[in-house]
Nanobody, 125 residues
Framework: QVQLVESGGGLVQAGGSLRLACAASGRLFSISSMGWFRQAPGKESEFVAAIGWSGGTTYYADSVKGRFTISRDNAKNTVYLQMNSLKPEDTAVYYC??????????????????WGQGTQVTVTS
């Protein structure tokens, strides 16, 4: 199994930056593709970014491309989401998710097996 705990959320003004971290426990992290999703009030879950199990491949939603960067440190069992040039529409609860056993990353939340509890990101105008 993989247990995931997100951190780093908070309140920031538009144009600012935040760095989210997702710490994983369990032996499967290093063979898990990881994804970040977000959900704003009254909206469906939205894919944000994903990274392959080796860290060699990444993929971003068009809405965050060029502003967000996903990375991972397998030695620390942690995946990061660096968010720059934040906009009010980035306001949401951000969740990390794990897809183990060498599967490729996915943009579909139903293809991830493990989820964190989420961290709130609020961007003010």
């Amino acid at each position: 199994q993989v247990q995931l705990v997100e951190s780093g959320g908070g309140l920031v003004q538009a144009g600012g930056s935040l760095r989210l971290a997702c710490a994983a426990s369990g032996r499967l992290f290093s063979i898990s593709s990881m994804g970040w999703f977000r959900q704003a009030p009254g909206k469906e879950s939205e894919f944000v970014a994903a990274i392959g199990w080796s860290g060699g491949t990444t993929y971003y939603a068009d809405s965050v491309k060029g502003r967000f960067t996903i990375s991972r440190d397998n030695a620390k069992n942690t995946v990061y989401l660096q968010m720059n040039s934040l906009k009010p529409e980035d306001t949401a609860v951000y969740y990390c998710a794990a897809r183990p056993y060498y599967h490729n990353y996915s943009t579909r939340p139903d293809e991830y097996d493990y989820w964190g509890q989420g961290t709130q990101v609020t961007v003010t105008s």
